[in-house]
Each structure stands twice: as structure tokens, then as C-alpha cells.
């Protein structure tokens, strides 16, 4: 967590994890992460638009959170190594999970600012 707090502050390196988090994003797989998807890619466009300072609505903690488990999906030293077949993504998914029920009302209330007229 103590890593994610350094990106919040800093609007460059919350542009760089969303780049490297979307690039990877295009290539993984969905079905580990089922229902969290939607999630994952809300927490993507979320740290785009606070990173670019367009929405800032988000507690400093629940940012924390969902940084972390960004960086932790993009980390190629995770638990359980990418590369293994249909084993490698469980623990991404697992973490994106746990992100989620954290910082779920706070990705609700981002989609529907995302949607709003």
C-alpha cells in the first residue's frame, strides 16, 4: 500500500500505470475475472480521469486500494505467474475482487458521473 500511496500524489505516474494497465488489459483474459471486469475497467478510466484532473471524487483511501491492486495485476512478480495456464490470473482476479467490495460505491458513483449529461 505504501507504493500506492506515492502514485496518487503523483498525476505522471498514475498516467503511466493506466497506460501499462491498459496495455495489458487488452491481452488478458476476461473469464478469470468474470463480474470484476466491468470493475477493473472502471478502475482504469478512473485513475485516467483523476490523473488528467477531471474527477477527483474519489477518497484518498479508496484510491489507494484501487491503485494498489492495479500495480499488483501489472506486476509481473505476483503470486502466481501469468504465464500458467488457467491458474496464472487467479490471484489478479482474487486481488481485483477484494478491490472491488472495497471501492464498489465509489466505482458506482464514477460510471454514473461517466454517463451523466
Known sequence: MKSAKTYVGNPQRL???????AKQAASMPKDPFAETWPYFQAMLRLIRAYSEGKYRDVPESTLVVIVAAIIYVVNPLDVIPDALPAL?????????ALAVRRSRQTLDDFMAWETAP
Do not use: P
Open 15 to 21: 498516467q503511466s500505470l493506466f497506460q501499462e494497465a
Open 88 to 96: 496464472g490470473f487467479l490471484d489478479d482476479a482474487t486481488v481485483l
